[in-house]
């Protein structure tokens, strides 16, 4: 019988997707606006101009696409796994990363849904969901950063460094 993998780093194809994700995601928070005003000429029945409509589908499928990365970089983190946390790194340490990394799961799976929902369906309510999710993104994004640079640069861990070059997989 074959012994189970467990990861000292993440792979390359982990990596790749995180900063790909995050790049996408940036995009969309400083690009994201511009999709209102099509969007308001289309709950109004009216029909917006073409930069406008280019503008909401350039919106449309980044976010399909944060969609489909986060559903690849999920199977891959439970086919693959995840290194384990720093050995020193206390209960409240870990269970803040824990928190952080659930927000930026559930916004980045959430904020396309229910985006789609208000474009495609026009559930109003999901489109001031999707609104409200903006800053949550923000500030998880920016807690998760700082985490990392932290991590890296007091703590003196290799937190940050794993998600920049491939670790080694080892036989457990």
């Given amino acids: 019988m074959a012994a189970k993998v467990s990861p000292a780093g993440y792979s390359a194809v982990q990596i790749v997707l995180h ?7 940036i995009f969309q928070v400083v690009f994201g606006e511009e999709i209102v005003p099509a969007y308001r000429a ?5 029909t917006a101009d073409a930069a406008d409509v280019f503008n909401a589908n350039i919106h449309i499928y980044v976010g399909f696409a944060i969609l489909g990365l986060a559903v690849i970089r999920l199977l891959i983190r439970f086919i693959q796994g995840v290194p ?14 824990a ?3 659930v927000i930026l799961y559930a916004v980045i799976f959430g904020m396309p849904v229910t985006g789609a929902l208000a474009w495609f369906l026009g559930v109003s309510s999901m489109g001031e969901v999707h609104e409200l999710a903006k800053p949550v993104i923000v500030i998880a994004v ?13 703590v003196k861990s290799d937190v940050l460094v794993r998600m920049l070059r491939p670790g080694p997989r080892k036989a457990a």
């Fill in 19 to 25: 900063w790909v994700i995050a790049a996408l995601v």
């Fill in 42 to 46: 289309l709950r109004r029945g009216e």
């Fill in 142 to 154: 920016a807690l998760h950063a700082a985490g990392a640079l932290w991590q890296h640069f007091v």
């Fill in 99 to 101: 928190t952080v990394h």
């Fill in 84 to 97: 384990p946390a720093p050995a020193d790194e206390s209960r409240v340490q870990k269970l803040l990363a």
